[in-house]
């Protein structure tokens, strides 16, 4: 389908340290790990409309050594769809079994999508990249 996401790159100081948080969310989500090396790792999801792919990859430079800014240039977060609360509930308890940084719990955020259903978990990395398991209703008509 034009306009989905074809892949992302995420660089990360240590892809082994990220490994278990990226493998336990995106092996939940329906990602499979496709490729491992020592520059990183990378999962894809099969879809109709074709394979989508998420890698990490070593940075190159550790920069100023703190953990990513949200509000500097470039990714501010990175967010998943599910078809549940339910499974922003379930990714919440996958999220505690690999003791990932919990930024905030599941709970409903009438302040997103114009207040017509959003129910989400935020988490970060070990390099504090804000990532995000969202649900919203599909609405009729």
Known sequence: MRGL??????TVRDPARS???YDAVLTDLGYRLKRQNDQGFGWELETPSGSHSIDLARASADGSK???D?????LHHLAWK?????????MYQRLLSVSATILDTPADYPQYNDGRGYYAVFFADADGLKLECVYTPRLSG
């Open 5 to 10: 996401v074809h892949h992302v790159v995420l």
């Open 19 to 21: 490994f278990s948080l």
């Open 66 to 68: 703190r953990l990513h």
């Open 70 to 74: 949200r509000y500097s240039p470039g």
């Open 82 to 90: 599910v078809e549940s609360r339910d499974e922003v509930d379930r």
